[in-house]
């Protein structure tokens, strides 16, 4: 089976926060971060002899200052990860069959055996094929004609890799 898939800035941002909020390892290590700020704030302004309300107040504010900070300099550097590496975004065909998954763009190709699929994973808007932790080939769902042929790409997968995924 054949899937045409145009990629753009946003898939590619979309699929960053995916990892980083979904996926437990890296979901947990985020939430850490961003309370990680808002608390440190409290506690040092308490140490330097706030009152408990200012201290609150303060932490929030500074807090989630540095925490809408935090996200834009992610989103930045993943924006500067896609200029750097051209064959990321743009026209992408993507074939799976007995052999393995095989994804191509005017200037790269990349195959996995299935074997080497570690999870399938799904939002509202794209389908994530994992090949390890961090990296998956990104798919769409516009990508499909409807919705019956979105569902058989999903169980072909799952067929090939002999995985039932979630």
Same mark, same amino acid.
């Given at each position: 089976?054949?899937?045409?898939?145009?990629?753009?800035?946003?898939?590619?941002?979309?699929?960053?926060?995916?990892?980083?909020?979904?996926?437990?390892?890296?979901?947990?290590?985020?939430?850490?971060?961003?309370?990680?700020?808002?608390?440190?704030?409290? +506690?040092?302004?308490?140490?330097?002899?706030?009152?408990?309300?200012?201290?609150?107040?303060?932490? +929030? $504010?500074?807090?989630?200052?540095?925490?809408?900070?935090?996200?834009?300099?992610?989103?930045?550097?993943?924006?500067?990860? +896609?200029?750097?590496?051209?064959?990321?975004?743009?026209?992408?065909?993507?074939? $799976?069959?007995?052999?393995?998954?095989?994804?191509?763009?005017?200037?790269?190709?990349?195959?996995?055996?299935?074997?080497?699929?570690?999870?399938?994973?799904?939002?509202?808007? =794209?389908?994530? $094929?994992?090949?390890? =932790?961090?990296?998956?080939?990104?798919?769409?769902?516009?990508?499909?004609?409807?919705?019956?042929?979105?569902?058989?790409?999903?169980? =072909? +997968?799952?067929?090939?890799?002999?995985?039932?995924?979630?």
């Amino acid at each position: 089976m054949k899937v045409v898939a145009d990629l753009t800035k946003e898939d590619f941002w979309k699929f960053n926060k995916y990892v980083m909020f979904n996926l437990p390892k890296y979901k947990i290590s985020m939430i850490i971060s961003l309370l990680s700020i808002p608390i440190s704030c409290i +506690v040092i302004s308490k140490l330097l002899g706030s009152s408990w309300v200012y201290a609150i107040v303060a932490g +929030v $504010i500074i807090g989630g200052l540095a925490d809408v900070l935090f996200l834009y300099r992610i989103k930045g550097r993943t924006m500067k990860l +896609v200029k750097a590496h051209d064959g990321i975004l743009g026209e992408h065909l993507i074939e $799976i069959n007995g052999a393995g998954l095989f994804d191509s763009t005017a200037r790269s190709q990349s195959k996995c055996f299935w074997d080497g699929i570690h999870e399938l994973r799904q939002d509202k808007e =794209n389908i994530y $094929i994992f090949v390890n =932790n961090l990296q998956a080939t990104i798919v769409p769902r516009r990508s499909f004609a409807d919705q019956a042929e979105e569902a058989e790409f999903i169980q =072909n +997968v799952q067929q090939y890799a002999n995985k039932q995924f979630i």
